[in-house]
C-alpha cells in the first residue's frame, strides 16, 4: 500500500516563502508516470497546480506560474513545492499525488492520480 504523507505546510505572510514536501513509502520511484500537487480551497473544487510528468517535463496552472517550483528527489522518493510570493488566495489545503505506469491521460488532471497524500493546510496572510 503506497502512503503520500505531506509536510511543511503553515502560515506564510504574502512576500514570503514556503516550501511543501510528500515523502512516499513506496520502495521506489521507478516507473512512476505523474506526479503533482493540488489545492483546495473551502467551498472550491480542487485544483491541480503543478506536475511533473515522466520525471522531466513540468507543467503549471495559470495561477502559479512564475510563482511556484515543482521538483522532485527520486533517490530520496520526495516531490516538492517551493512557494514564492504567495498571495492570499493561495490559502487552501495542498495535496500530493502520483500515479505508477503508463497513463494516456493528462497529468494535469486530478482523474489522473491513484494515490493522494491526506493533505497539508497553507495559510497565506497579508
Known amino acids: 500500500q503506497v502512503q503520500l504523507v505531506e509536510s511543511g505546510g503553515g502560515s506564510v505572510q504574502v512576500g514570503g516563502s514556503l516550501r511543501l514536501t510528500c515523502a512516499a513509502s513506496e520502495h521506489t520511484y521507478n516507473n512512476i508516470y505523474c506526479t503533482g500537487w493540488s489545492r483546495q480551497a473551502p467551498g472550491k473544487e480542487r485544483e491541480v497546480v503543478a506536475t511533473?510528468?515522466?520525471?522531466?517535463?513540468?507543467t503549471y496552472a495559470d495561477s502559479v506560474k512564475g510563482r511556484f517550483t515543482i521538483s522532485q528527489d527520486n533517490a530520496k522518493k520526495n516531490l516538492y513545492l517551493q512557494m514564492n510570493s504567495p498571495k492570499p488566495e493561495d490559502t487552501a489545503t495542498y495535496y500530493c499525488?502520483?500515479?505508477?505506469?503508463?497513463?494516456?491521460?493528462?497529468?494535469?488532471?486530478?482523474?489522473?492520480?491513484?494515490?493522494w497524500g491526506q493533505g497539508t493546510q497553507v495559510t497565506v496572510s497579508s
Open positions: 499525488a502520483a500515479v505508477w505506469g503508463y497513463t494516456p491521460m493528462s497529468c494535469m488532471e486530478a482523474a489522473t492520480y491513484g494515490y
Open positions: 511533473i510528468r515522466r520525471e522531466t517535463t513540468t
